[in-house]
């Protein structure tokens, strides 16, 4: 068949391609547990779902303006002068099929062929994916010193003159981490003197652990927004547990924002109707949905970490925040591939291979299911790869043999 060269070289989503697994696993019978999911499993709030009703019922369901209905962008408004002390306009947002959407459309917007795009290891599955369909080149940069946190120095080192923007995810997918505010701040005022687009992926800065909270790159930028190339992306999906609404959004120059919208009227004309009432019940309704995800996500966080603690060869470093883990398991197999199609042949456990996420020799936990999901899910990890574990794993009524060593 003949396929053009970009479709040959875009990689599918590694996540989304587990989940298919999985799912065909379990439809078979089989016990999975999947510590591979990148979604919340709470109900959506109340009142997306009343808002998208109201809609439906009426039976009208037509296409809207393509950056969004003026409902939901007078919402993202709201969320971000209360959320970032940050005042926009109509004309500064764009809401999206997801902040995947709202991302993909940006770098459209921003790119030209074989401008490069750096981001720190590790990093979400899809960024490097994303730059190459826009045509640009990614770059991703790994600390020295073997952490999640490439120094602004490490990163600077990486820019030269094909340079055009700097994605950040902080709390990070896959590692949970979250940069400090001082290298926040750094990044803002090296890219606002490079003259360089900082895209602060903000999709997890409401899911933040400890009694802390996600640093806000506009306390630090010193451009007017109009003349500023810094870009914030962030949606519904996460923090309330909506990802099936698929309702993201950017705020950036109005520039960007008019290159934006010409771009995604002709991609799908604008996101759905009913999702984009969803998100504005969610904006404007009661908040309590993501402090109640984001406790018990801590708590599923601590009772992970707990389990994480029993293994003799892991080293982790605790999440910050997100509903994800990266711990380093190279101590018992280097090859983070073959770690995760061990555990899901031998005890039908799915985890995501760090190697996915530039960072060998890890796998991305999720904490996002249930207590029992981390804490069977971890002891069969243990059982698979202490070389001191009993013989025999009982999977319900299944025994399980180690044959292995
Ligand atoms: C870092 C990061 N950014 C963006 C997204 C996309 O979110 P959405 O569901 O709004 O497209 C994800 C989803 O996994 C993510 O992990």
Not at 47 to 71: F, H, K, M, Q, S
Not at 110 to 116: M, N, T
Not at 142 to 167: C, H, L, N, Q, W
Not at 211 to 232: D, H, M, R, T, W
Request: hydrophobic share 40%; glycine share 6%; with cysteine.
């Amino acid at each position: 068949m003949s396929l053009s060269q970009l479709a040959r070289t875009i990689k599918e989503s590694a996540t989304l391609k587990l989940n298919e697994t999985a799912a065909q696993l379990r439809e078979k019978g089989e016990p999975i547990i999947h510590l591979g999911g990148g979604e919340p499993k709470t109900k959506a709030p109340i009142d997306a779902i009343i808002n998208c009703v109201a809609l439906l019922n009426t039976g009208e369901i037509r296409y809207t303006a393509p950056d969004g209905i003026p409902a939901l962008k007078k919402a993202i408004i709201r969320y971000t002068e209360e959320h970032y002390k940050k005042l926009v306009h109509a004309n500064n947002v764009i809401a999206s099929g997801g902040a995947k959407q709202a991302l993909m459309v940006l770098l459209h917007a921003i790119l030209d062929p074989k401008e490069e795009v750096i981001f720190p290891a590790p990093y979400w599955v899809s960024y490097p994916e994303m730059v190459k369909l826009a045509g640009g080149v990614p770059v991703p940069v790994t600390a020295e010193d073997g952490t999640f946190f490439p120094t602004v120095k490490e990163i600077a080192d990486a820019v030269g003159s094909y340079t055009k923007a700097i994605i950040l995810n902080s709390p990070n997918n896959p590692s949970g981490a979250m940069y400090s505010k001082d290298f926040i701040q750094e990044m803002v005022e090296f890219c606002e003197k490079k003259s360089i687009y900082l895209i602060m992926d903000d999709i997890y800065n409401r899911l933040v652990f400890d009694g802390k909270s996600a640093p806000n790159c506009y306390e630090f930028a010193q451009e007017p927004l109009e003349e500023s190339k810094l870009v914030v992306i962030n949606g519904v999906s996460k923090m309330y547990a909506m990802t099936g609404f698929r309702i993201g959004w950017a705020i950036a120059n109005k520039h960007v924002m008019e290159a934006m919208a010409t771009i995604q009227s002709q991609q799908t004309s604008g996101p759905s109707a009913p999702a984009q009432w969803a998100a504005v019940g969610a904006l404007n309704g009661v908040q309590s949905p993501i402090e109640s995800l984001r406790v018990m996500l801590e708590n599923n966080r601590n009772v992970m970490m707990d389990r994480l603690k029993a293994f003799d060869g892991v080293k982790i470093h605790p999440p910050d925040g997100t509903f994800y883990c990266f711990p380093d398991f190279s101590a018992y197999m280097k090859d983070s591939q073959r770690l995760a199609n061990f555990l899901l042949d031998k005890v039908r456990v799915v985890a995501v291979p760090g190697k996915e996420f530039g960072f060998e020799g890890h796998l991305r936990l999720s904490y996002c299911g249930t207590i029992r999901d981390i804490t069977e899910g971890l002891d069969r990890i243990k059982w698979a790869l202490d070389p001191n574990s009993a013989n025999e794993l009982y999977l319900g009524d299944r025994k399980l043999v180690r044959d292995w060593q």
